[in-house]
């Protein structure tokens, strides 16, 4: 696999970063930026509210069996993900993620940290793409024993974006720049994980 091939593969696994349960986290427990920037254009550019769509008896049933403790810990996980898509699917999210990862990139190169800051929270707040990203997750990956890892992942994936937008704002561009390669490797381990399939979620019924 060329570098470029697996560039985009790794990063087409972190729209699947932070997905617990198909069920919204409350937007009250969202935490607020470390360095206390405001980001409007992130907080305010979709749905207020996810659609409710109708799912599958399977996928239903599959929900069901996960431990509320499991739930509760991953809405917790996820709280900060408040903007939701009723359009995008979880393909279309990874491209967004992919063209913010890029752009973190280009921020640090030429040491432009408010730039490198900005697409790094972005990345690190993505929109729910439409039935919540659980719902393009193969069925037999939704039990709690799949889905154990994605903590650990979340907490390198999502937590180290935050960590790079921290630093880049510091302008400590090597401690970022190394920071973004632990990024990429929590991407990766998602992506051997979990992949996701080209179009809509089969899931979705309506």
Known sequence: MSMKSKFVATLSAVALLGAAAAFPAAADEAKAPANGHKYPSIEKTSADAPRQYKMTPEFQAQV?????EFIQQFRKMTAKHTRYSED?????????????????????????GEMAADCAVRASRHRWPKGHL??????????????????????????????????????NFPGAGAEMGKVLEGCSNCHNLFRFGKGDSPHIID
């Open 88 to 112: 995008a699917t979880a393909r279309q999210v990874m491209m967004e993620l992919l063209s913010d990862v890029q752009c973190v990139t280009a921020g640090l190169m030429v040491e432009n």
């Open 134 to 171: 659980l719902a393009y997750v193969k069925l037999e990956q939704i039990n709690a024993d799949s889905l154990a890892a994605l903590p650990k992942i979340n907490g390198a994936v999502e937590g180290g974006l935050e960590r790079v937008a921290e630093m880049a704002l510091n302008k």
């Open 64 to 68: 069901k069996k996960l431990p509320p």
